[in-house]
């Protein structure tokens, strides 16, 4: 398949709102996909790379390369070259990345230059994310989209499990099945503002505490130790705590899903990215164990001895999981058979949760099975929402239905010497009057734009939600914002009435006390 149509139906998913458009677009491609190339052209529509980000930087890939004059390049070739690009190593390596890069792009049209640019980058955003691409293989395969999706959260890869599909029908997921060893897609929460808000539309749950750390599968296969990230990648070296208390338990079979934390001095859980830099690939475990040693906490389990748990509820799974697990070990939890009832209860429980410098709860269906995909209203999450009034710094120009205009916001808050200090980036939460209103209002702002980054004067201030903070080294505060996303802009707010560094900080008992810092 020549790489010009996954640009055309790119382009065209990127132009509509309309789900049922865009998993209509998806099916027609992938049904006109060869098996072979089946796995590729799904990965690619979703904006991912099977080997990975390959090393290319921004300004790599910003350079000019004269374009081809038609379209001749094929998904296996770009497969090929992205392959290349990733085995680039050692002396000479951004020379030889440039060549291989420079070919790519040069027997590209410009057209699928700008689709290659986005998807080298990671900035493929129309839309074609794992739900809605999972319904275009199920139509375009002729098989039930809840078999579909069960299969992938067994198998943990879309990609192959849709080549199975399109090569052989519904009979192909049948071969799909739970497997000690094999990582299972996590099931995921959808939001709720409140503790009540999601009372009400779960009704009878489990109240958890919702911990800030690596979430975790462990396989236990005799004395075989398995664990497995959200991601599905194996960091079982990284977790000796973790595997020796999986070995310690009763059960010679499991699979279980939980949260790994540390903890400082006085038993409170430590920032995310301590955790996060504790499982880092190049860390001495053994050093890291005694500077920061991890402990895990479980609050499910899919299988036990030769039972598969998956659609028992979750008042069913959780009794398999005390039988199998050690209370210490499991994560602290209220029982709410009767929401309204109980209320008053399910809020003390939350309050507590942020008190033990925890970071919400999760609200889970009693009755619920556990189903991967998207995210819906069997398990919902609270959380404490921060908000800052921000300056800000620059905007990039969007892509897809955004081209045109300035998305991605550069955010700053106010330093002690008078500048202003980035805290991160964010597009989400713009409606596309706010798209348009920003366009013109930065526009007028403006001092310079490369054709990618319009930098502005800093006049204009945003309110911004976020989640909390973490550490990060490339902003000069030593922070950056977590999850955040834009309530509204500001026009009525100076950028000196804007939040200062400090505040962020928390210091004087400000936005980013709770943060976790």
Known sequence: MLLAELARVSREIADTSARSRKTALLAEVFAAASPEEAALVISYLAGRLPQGRPGIGGRMLAQEVEPAAGPTLTVRAVDEAVTELAAVAGTGSQAR???????????ATADEQAFLRRLLS???????????????????????????????????????????ALAHGVQALGGFILRVGQPVQPMLAGTAASVAEALAAVGPCAVEEKLDGIRVQVHREGDDVRIYTRSLDEITARLPEVAELARSLPGE?????????????DGRPVPFQQIASRVGSRVDVDAARRTLPVVPFFFDVLAAADEVLLDLPVRRRYEALAALVPEHARVRRLVVEDPRAQAAEAEEFWAETLRRG???VLVKGLDSAYAAGRRGRNWLKVKPVHTLDLVILAAEWGHGRRTGLLSNLHLGARAADGTY???????????DEMLRWQTEALG?????????????RPELVVEIAYDGLQRSPRYPAGVALRFARVLRHRPDKSAEQADTVETVLGEGGGAGADAGL
């Open 97 to 107: 990345r440039r060549r291989v890069l420079d070919g790519l792009l040069g027997a």
């Open 122 to 164: 990671g900035e493929v955003r129309q839309g074609a994310l794992d739900a809605v691409a999972l319904e275009g293989v199920a139509a375009a395969a002729g098989v039930p989209a809840g078999d579909l999706r069960r299969a992938v959260m067994l198998d943990g890869s879309l990609p192959r499990v849709a080549a199975a």
């Open 253 to 265: 079979r499991f699979i279980l899903d939980g949260e790994v934390i540390g903890r400082s001095a």
């Open 358 to 360: 925890h970071e919400g």
């Open 421 to 431: 200090a980035m805290l991160g980036k964010t597009f989400k939460g713009l409606t």
């Open 444 to 456: 007028a702002l403006a001092v310079s734009d490369d054709g990618f980054t319009v930098r502005v």
